[in-house]
């Protein structure tokens, strides 16, 4: 069985998936809280979910230590979005307007795609490599660590942006209540910049970072790590684990 059906057993197992340790480490992650006053974002309304992904990224670049005159090879720089509700606001802002009879906005569509805030940051961000996005589940910040790291050791990219960010709707809602936890989750983002080892190095960024075994510890195994965002942000604690 090669390596990804086996990770796709894992996943239909509900076992956790942990990402490798290949020469990559994480020198920045920055997490923003929903309801934190942020700076409107045109095109962008009546929606927290991609004005939490574009200043989280946008705060994550900078301590990232990114040139005033871009990246070193943009090419080499990729971008990923997990979520597991995506922007669910959009989409009952969207259905209270046709309910009321009013036409629907024509940005509402646009900005409801998860692709599009990320685009959007490619262009300001001159990021020119990989680009995904991910519908999560409790395990998602081990797949997303996993897929990025095969960018790296597979030379698709020497640095990846990777975000998580979920803001409480009426999908997250009754999917807390499912699961019996409900307890005024307030939603979040979170973005860590995961870079080749030698890379960071290069760049004088090595000196603090993460490896991603203590990312892990620190960050996805327990319910508590991150009590503003808990775990229906792209899931910060593995299946299983509390």
Not at 105 to 117: C, L, R
Not at 213 to 231: D, M, N, T
Request: charged fraction near 20%.
């Amino acid at each position: 069985m090669n390596r990804i059906a086996a990770q796709q057993q894992a996943w239909h197992n509900g076992q956790p998936v942990h990402a490798r340790n290949e020469g990559a480490v994480i020198p920045v992650v920055h997490q923003q809280r929903a309801g934190d006053p942020l700076p409107e974002i045109r095109g962008f309304v009546r929606s927290p979910f991609n004005p939490l992904v574009y200043h989280s990224v946008q705060q994550a670049v900078r301590a990232a230590g990114r040139e005033e005159g871009g990246w070193p090879d943009p090419a080499r720089v990729g971008i990923a979005l997990g979520s597991m509700f995506v922007d669910a606001v959009t989409e009952e802002e969207s259905w209270h307007d046709i309910l009321q009879g009013k036409k629907l906005s024509p940005i509402m569509f646009p900005q409801s795609v998860p692709s599009a805030i990320i685009g959007l940051l490619t262009r300001e961000l001159a990021i020119h490599g990989p680009m995904t996005c991910l519908g999560s589940s409790r395990n998602n910040w081990s797949i997303m660590l996993d897929m990025a790291t095969d960018w790296i050791t597979s030379d698709y990219a020497d640095i990846v942006v990777l975000t998580a960010c979920d803001v409480p709707s009426l999908r997250s809602r009754a999917w807390e209540e499912a699961q019996g936890t409900a307890d005024g989750w307030i939603g979040g983002a979170m973005t860590v910049i995961l870079e080749r080892t030698e890379h960071a190095l290069g760049r004088g960024r090595l000196q603090g970072a993460l490896s991603l075994q203590q990312f892990r510890q620190r960050y996805v195994g327990h319910k508590s790590a991150l009590p503003a965002h808990r775990g229906l942000l792209g899931s910060c604690w593995e299946e299983g684990e509390s």
